[in-house]
């Protein structure tokens, strides 16, 4: 079924920490994931995408690996700042749906100072 | 966000009433969303647009419907509102699913009394 969901609901890290959220699918013939960032009263934004032909694609200050033989996704965040804290969403691409998304609830990372 | 406006930003409405919201972009990509965002649910899709009056329905589509006569403006329309309509609204665009992210409005927050 349609099912991306996300092992922890929250995380707190200490500034200069490196962060690792992660994120469970079930759609084996996904192929095509996104990781998004939500501030509090704004719309997602969005940090890194990766193929299933891929499994690991890096950023600035970020890395997505991706497992697919047990269909799992983790955003690795470097040297967590205070501009990191938020809420992170996975998201999966159902092609045959119109493009359409389906989100995992959402993990909110917290930086300490 | 850039290329993107969701109006009104914030609106409270009577249970009954029909309600509209509008989604602008300015962006001439192809598909467009709505997508609801409730504590524990994460976002989940309403309709989305693959054209000029081309639309489906998503996963929570009953008690909307929507309308896009242009590209540039994608309607969602509560036909009597409710409660269980209280939520947060978020529109999205995108030029080819797949290919890139997809960029999201900054947001409408519904109340519905």
């Known amino acids: 079924g349609e099912n991306v969901g996300l092992h922890l609901p929250t995380l707190s890290v200490q500034e200069g920490d490196n962060s690792i959220i992660n994120c469970a699918y079930s759609?084996?013939?996904?192929?095509?994931f996104i990781w998004y960032k939500q501030e509090s009263g704004k719309g997602p934004q969005f940090i890194i995408d990766?193929?299933?032909?891929?499994d690991k694609r890096q950023g600035q200050r970020v890395t997505v690996l991706l497992n697919k033989t047990v269909k799992h996704l983790s955003l690795q965040i470097a040297a967590t700042q205070p501009g990191d804290s938020a809420v992170y969403f996975c998201?999966?691409?159902?092609?045959?749906?119109?493009?359409?998304?389906?989100f995992g609830q959402g993990t909110e990372l917290s930086v300490k100072p | 966000d850039a290329g993107i406006t969701q109006s009104p930003r914030h609106k409270v409405t009577e249970t009954g009433t029909p309600v509209t919201l509008r989604c602008h972009q300015t962006?001439?990509?192809?598909?467009m969303y709505w997508y609801r965002q409730d504590p524990g649910h994460g976002l989940r899709l309403i309709h989305y647009?693959?054209?000029?009056?081309?639309?489906d329905k998503g996963e929570v589509s009953d008690g909307y419907s929507v309308s896009r006569s242009k590209t540039e403006d994608f309607l969602l329309t509560l036909e009597s509102a409710t409660s269980s309509q209280t939520s947060v609204y978020f529109c999205?665009?995108?030029?080819?699913?797949?290919?890139?992210?997809?960029?999201f409005g900054s947001g409408t927050r519904l109340t519905v009394v």
């Open positions: 998201a999966e691409i159902y092609y045959n749906q119109g493009g359409k998304l389906i």
């Open positions: 759609n084996s013939a996904s192929d095509y």
């Open positions: 999205a665009i995108s030029e080819t699913p797949g290919i890139g992210g997809y960029t």
């Open positions: 647009s693959y054209g000029v009056k081309d639309t």
């Open positions: 962006e001439n990509h192809r598909y």
């Open positions: 990766i193929r299933s032909n891929m």
